[in-house]
């Protein structure tokens, strides 16, 4: 997995974005997720699906719904802020380290298809956009 | 992942990425990225390390000081995967008329929902629930004894998602198990395809469908590709 993964062709971003964010301590804190979490109540995910679910701040109750066989899932099992961290953030913001912890979070699942087109110019910007919409200042993104 | 930090970045909002892979890491050139050489699947690197988890967030959160990127900095503990397997106390065999692996399946029932309790939900149910488990088993051990696919009347009918949902009703229930320290990453899949009856039929059945010739994605990921 590792050795192949180097291998991988990836997508070009000309002229990236790169946003100076407001202090730390005044900044509002999502994490995005590429591990398919979602809620046991919320649709799961299909295999290849490009889609997202949001995560209300205080859910708990979390699926781990990728596909792949690939990775450890025991860790997550046992305690799920190795994969989603939202204890630490709110630990975080009960220290005023963070301004705040924003009351959704989002997941995609990690095993996109090749291309990644869908995500690039779909569910990614409806998902930045409802970020936006929230008033998140900074995003903390969790690959699986 | 990382190319997620640059669709939210272009919307206006400052992203900071962990990474498990610094090769990937680096092609894709997020603003700001953390590496962690963990266990994939552990990008947060050790649960139930609250310490080490905040240590992590703080050494990504510094990354937002930077003035201009892409920036990318490798947390300076790495932690290998697990080569050895978890040692898990099993329930004995108490089914005669079942197959040692069913027999199993059966016994570690209740521990399974012992930590549904104590969770709260469970990662099982992509195509089979808890109950389907034992025959989910008896179907792929139809499988790997050579009934074609079509024939072996498997629950939830998906190889992969019934694959996924015993290995995760295994998973769960081992996290009771264990005798001690869960071990790092790996340590309870290595558990669950080395040392469990359901890992053999799981990678018994898989080997017979590859040699049926059905399609690839439906028996290679049934375990992990390097099984």
Redesign the interface.
């Known amino acids: 997995?590792?050795s192949h993964?180097?291998s991988?062709p990836?997508?070009e971003?000309p002229n990236?974005?790169?946003?100076?964010?407001v202090p730390?301590a005044q900044?509002k804190v999502a994490i995005?997720t590429?591990a398919a979490l979602h809620r046991?109540s919320d649709t799961?995910f299909a295999?290849n699906d490009t889609s997202y679910r949001s995560i209300p701040r205080e859910a708990?109750?979390?699926?781990?719904?990728h596909?792949?066989?690939?990775?450890?899932?025991?860790?997550?099992?046992?305690?799920l802020?190795?994969?989603f961290?939202i204890?630490?953030?709110e630990?975080?913001a009960t220290q005023r380290?963070?301004g705040s912890v924003a009351d959704r979070h989002y997941s995609?699942a990690?095993n996109q298809p090749d291309d990644?087109a869908t995500?690039?110019h779909d569910s990614?910007?409806a998902?930045?956009?409802e970020?936006?919409a929230d008033g998140?200042?900074?995003?903390?993104?969790?690959?699986? | 992942m990382c190319v997620l930090a640059h669709i939210i970045e272009a919307a206006g909002i400052a992203t900071v990425a962990l990474a498990s892979m610094r090769p990937v890491a680096e092609l894709v050139g997020a603003p700001r990225t953390l590496h962690g050489e963990f266990p994939l699947g552990r990008p947060l690197g050790r649960p139930s390390d609250p310490e080490f988890q905040h240590d992590v967030i703080g050494r990504a959160f510094a990354l937002l000081d930077a003035t201009s990127g892409p920036v990318i900095e490798s947390h300076p503990v790495v932690i290998e995967e697990a080569t050895d397997a978890v040692s898990c106390q099993m329930p004995p065999a108490f089914d005669g008329d079942a197959s040692p692996a069913v027999s199993e399946a059966r016994g570690i029932r209740k521990a399974y929902d012992r930590i549904v309790e104590r969770r709260g939900v469970s990662s099982v149910g992509r195509a089979i629930d808890a109950d389907t488990v034992p025959a989910a088993i008896e179907a792929l051990e139809r499988v790997a004894a050579g009934t074609p696919l079509k024939e072996a009347d498997l629950p939830g009918k998906n190889t992969v998602a019934v694959c996924h949902d015993v290995r995760t009703y295994y998973e769960e229930a081992a996290v009771e198990l264990a005798n001690g320290p869960l071990g790092s990453g790996r340590a309870i899949e290595n558990w669950f395809f080395e040392e469990t009856e359901a890992g053999k039929v799981v990678l018994a059945a898989r080997k017979a469908l590859a040699d049926e010739g059905v399609p690839f994605p439906f028996w290679f990921y049934m375990a992990p590709g390097h099984r």
């Open positions: 997995m590792r993964a180097g991988l990836a997508p971003f990236p974005a790169f946003v100076t964010p730390l900044a995005v590429s046991a799961a295999q708990r109750d979390l699926v781990l719904g596909w792949s066989p690939n990775f450890d899932r025991a860790g997550f099992t046992e305690d802020n190795v994969v961290p204890d630490r953030l630990e975080l380290v963070i995609f990690g990644l995500i690039i990614g910007p998902a930045a956009a970020l936006k998140v200042d900074v995003v903390l993104l969790t690959p699986v």
